[in-house]
Every structure is written in C-alpha cells, then in structure tokens.
C-alpha cells in the first residue's frame, strides 16, 4: 500500500466517523489521519513540522490592517492586504538525514532524526523497502 492510499484510507475513516460517530471517535481518526500524512512526509523527506510553521506564519498575514482577519460569508477568512504565501520550496527539495534503525519482521525502518517536535517523538520510523 502507498503513502497516498494510507492517506485516503484515513481521510475516509474520518469522514465517516465525523457523519456517524461521538466525538471520541472523530478525534482519533482525526489523529489517525494526521499521523499518516507526518508519515507521508518523511517518506518524502520533508519537514511538515516546519512547513505547518511555514504555514501559520502566511495564515496570520491574511489579517488586515487592525490586525483582524476578514470573513467570507461562510465563514472562511480571506487574504488581507499583508498576506504573504508560505515559501515551502527549499522544504519541498530537501532531504531529510535518515539514521537506518532496527530491522522488524521483514520491513526495515528508518529513524528520522531530525524532526522537530510532535514528529519526532511520534513518527519516528518509517517503513522502507524490504531489506535484500
């Protein structure tokens, strides 16, 4: 199975859980989901812990001139006139030092060691092609 397709298999499970489930239940496919797109990520080699800074940094700048963000009807906020988009290119490009950790079953794993944070402490392996 692909990064993507475990992605698509937690979307679903969230949505459904969202439409049909208590909110217990919603959260945890929530994180299910989240966890597999951190796990995206590393496959790729990418820091998501400093694209989603990235990210809420350019968000904030959707504020306007008070400092206020500006609504659309149905709620979501709209750029302002300071709004600057995330620069995510060197991320995009970078790879990520990779440690080859302990081998478990017949999948190897790598131990990303430079995630900060949530990733780090909770993605830390990877799955790899098996070892030849």
């Given at each position: 199975?692909?990064?993507?397709?475990?992605?698509?298999?937690?979307?679903?499970?969230?949505?459904?859980?969202?439409?049909?489930?208590?909110?217990?239940?919603?959260?945890?496919?929530l994180a299910d989901?989240?966890?597999?797109?951190?796990?995206?990520?590393?496959?790729?080699?990418w820091d998501l812990?400093?694209?989603?800074?990235?990210?809420?940094?350019?968000?904030?700048?959707?504020?306007?001139?008070?400092?206020?963000?500006?609504?659309?009807?149905?709620?979501?906020?709209?750029?302002?006139?300071?709004?600057?988009?995330?620069y995510l290119g060197?991320?995009?490009?970078?790879?990520?030092?990779?440690?080859?950790?302990?081998?478990?079953?017949?999948?190897?794993?790598?131990?990303?060691?430079?995630?900060?944070?949530?990733?780090?402490?909770?993605?830390?392996?990877?799955?790899?092609?098996?070892?030849?």
């Open positions: 199975m692909t990064q993507k397709s475990l992605i698509d298999e937690e979307w679903s499970e969230f949505h459904e859980a969202f439409h049909h489930e208590p909110l217990d239940h919603v959260l945890k496919e989901l989240v966890y597999v797109c951190y796990q995206y990520a590393a496959h790729e080699g812990d400093e694209a989603m800074n990235r990210l809420h940094e350019s968000n904030l700048s959707k504020l306007d001139e008070n400092g206020d963000p500006i609504f659309r009807a149905d709620g979501k906020v709209l750029k302002g006139p300071n709004y600057k988009p995330p060197d991320l995009a490009l970078a790879s990520i030092r990779c440690i080859t950790a302990k081998s478990s079953g017949s999948l190897r794993f790598k131990q990303i060691d430079s995630l900060p944070r949530f990733s780090q402490a909770k993605i830390a392996l990877c799955p790899l092609a098996p070892a030849s």
